[in-house]
T-cell receptor, first 116, second 115 residues
Framework: AQKVTQAQTEISVVEKEDVTLDCVYE???????LFWYKQPPSGELVFLIR??????QNEISGRYSWNFQKSTSSFNFTITASQVVDSAVYFC?????????????FGPGTRLSVLP | EADIYQTPRYLVIGTGKKITLECSQT?????MYWYQQDPGMELHLIHY???????EKGDLSSESTVSRIRTEHFPLTLESARPSHTSQYLC??????????????FGPGTRLTVT
């Protein structure tokens, strides 16, 4: 069975600090997909990134960066120079090779509070 | 940018009433999903659909039902609302091509309160 663990339930940082959100996954599939979503207080889930299991390149998008390491089954998310608008619940997710149905699982989420 | 819509955004209703939560997407996606979530907490998959006339129950037992008569429309119905149904309901869709591009796009959600 597929599983996503986000061990950090809540994190608080002061604005401009860097923060890393951890995500550890379990799967028996050799092909799989990893995702990060952001859920601000408004409640809508916003898709941030998809990473394919066969592509271990790290990615940077502005202040956001993602570190995918197959050896440790981790897909961590770093926000550099955090801002108050980054306050949200962040979900890591994992999908099997077919990409849908019950093979698409979300982690429990990490609530990030960025204080001014 | 995803185009997926949910109505109503907020609903307060009395126990025993029948309600239908609407979800529509304009992207032509085959796969659609309903999740139940207490705000900021875990998402629980309650229903999904592979396409027209195809629906499946998710991993969370739910007293709701769904239908998929048109590709773009995936309504969720509660025949008799109870206070335990109070939650946020999120609709999503995706268009995986051999697994790739399988990210789900979410609607804004419906916050349901049953009194």
């Amino acid at each position: 069975a597929q599983k996503v663990t986000q061990a950090q339930t809540e994190i608080s940082v002061v604005e401009k600090e860097d923060v890393t959100l951890d995500c550890v996954y379990e799967t028996r599939d050799t092909t799989y997909y990893l995702f990060w979503y952001k859920q601000p207080p408004s409640g809508e889930l916003v898709f941030l990134i998809r990473r394919n299991s066969f592509d271990e390149q790290n990615e940077i998008s502005g202040r956001y960066s993602w570190n995918f390491q197959k050896s440790t089954s981790s897909f961590n998310f770093t926000i550099t120079a955090s801002q108050v608008v980054d306050s949200a619940v962040y979900f890591c997710a994992l999908s099997g090779p077919d990409g849908y149905g019950q093979n698409f699982v979300f982690g429990p989420g990490t609530r990030l509070s960025v204080l001014p | 940018e995803a185009d997926i819509y949910q109505t109503p955004r907020y609903l307060v209703i009395g126990t025993g009433k029948k309600i239908t939560l609407e979800c529509s997407q304009t992207m032509g996606h085959d796969k659609m999903y309903w999740y139940q979530q207490d705000p900021g907490m875990e998402l629980h998959l309650i229903h999904y659909s592979y396409g027209v006339n195809s629906t499946e129950k998710g991993d969370l037992s739910s007293e709701s039902t769904v239908s998929r008569i048109r590709t773009e429309h995936f309504p969720l119905t509660l025949e008799s609302a109870r206070p335990s149904h109070t939650s946020q309901y999120l609709c999503a869709s995706s268009d995986p091509t051999g697994g790739v591009n399988c990210e789900q796009y979410f609607g804004p959600g419906t916050r349901l309160t049953v009194t």
